[in-house]
Each structure stands twice: as C-alpha cells, then as structure tokens.
C-alpha cells in the first residue's frame, strides 16, 4: 500500500534559516544564528499539517573550509531550537558536492527530488523558499507549485512571490498555503 503523497516546504539554510555569512561559509557553530521568523514559518507549515525540509549546499565541506563536525552541530543546534518551540523538521538534506553538474547541489532538484522520494512527497503541491535566484531555480526544476525570494530588493526574479524578510514569509504562507 501506498501512502498518499503530501506537500512540503522546503528552505534553504544560510539566509533564510540562518544568517547568511555574505560571501563565504557558516564555517563554525558560534557563526550559526537562527534567523528571526524562521521558526514562525515552520509553525506556519505545521499548522497546516505539512512538514518542513531544509536544503542546502555546503561545499564548504568538501573544500575543507567547513569541518564536518561542525555542520553536524549547526543542525543540531537548528534542531533543537525548534524542539523548544514544539516544532520538527521533516529533514535536512546537504550537498557538499563542488561540482556544479552534481544532481543534488542547487539550482538541479535532486535534493528536492530525493526527500519526495524518502518521504512521500507531492513535489507539484510543495513550496520552495530561499534568498537567491538559484532557489528559486531549484523548486522550478523540481516542478514545486509555488516559489518565495526572501529579499528585500528589487531585481527581476522567476519567483512566485518575494518577501522581504522571514517573519513576512510566516505571514505569506499562513494566507497562502
């Protein structure tokens, strides 16, 4: 018996879970803040009974700029603070790949593609949000039904919809999901 496929929110980490470094890597644990409004925007997901799937590019690790160890920690710590708020994330998916033509490193959809896969995921019906174009890019290559730009600026985008920051994306998702 197959279970029924279900939505998902998927998130990129540095810039929307995360406080984005600029250029460069989240290389240690005191670098990881969790972004105001994040939490909401899991809330938000849940509320509406579907789960949260954090996907991210960290070639950082296969450079050898960011220690693996500490990756682990960062999402220990993500995960933690979410479970002090009652809330769980679904996954967390990491492509350490350097190369551009992996399937898995973004914009190509395999980490996407893969947690469908794993979870009985309804890509068509799930959401993708992140702060870059390349996001955005990944959940229209991943065939998502609706795309968020967390940026404030005004430069063209093939998003959805834009917001400016994450508590305008909890916001966003309670009115649209």
């Given amino acids: 018996m197959n279970p ?3 939505p998902c929110v998927f998130f990129d980490r540095d810039g929307v879970v995360n406080r984005s470094p600029g250029p460069g890597y989240v290389n240690h644990l005191d670098d990881f803040h969790i972004l105001p409004g994040f939490a909401d925007c ?3 997901a849940a509320e509406k009974g579907i789960p949260s799937v954090v996907v991210t590019n960290q070639r950082g690790i296969e450079r050898g ?3 693996p160890g500490q990756l682990d920690a960062m999402h ?3 995960r933690g603070e979410l479970a002090r708020e009652g809330l769980e994330l679904l996954d967390i998916l990491v492509c350490t790949a350097d190369d551009n033509a992996h399937p898995d490193r973004k914009p190509n959809p395999g980490m996407l593609r893969t947690a469908a896969k794993r979870h009985h995921l309804d890509l068509s019906r799930s959401w993708m949000i992140g702060d870059r174009e390349s996001d955005v ?6 065939g998502v039904a609706a ?11 093939a998003a959805t919809y834009r ?6 994306c909890a916001a966003l998702l309670r009115q649209k999901l």
């Fill in 42 to 44: 899991v809330r938000a």
């Fill in 163 to 168: 917001v400016p920051d994450m508590p305008a």
């Fill in 4 to 6: 029924a496929l279900r």
């Fill in 65 to 67: 700029i960011t220690p």
């Fill in 137 to 142: 890019q990944t959940g229209l290559n991943a």
């Fill in 147 to 157: 795309t968020v730009l967390v940026e404030d600026g005004t430069t063209p985008s």
């Fill in 76 to 78: 220990r710590r993500l």
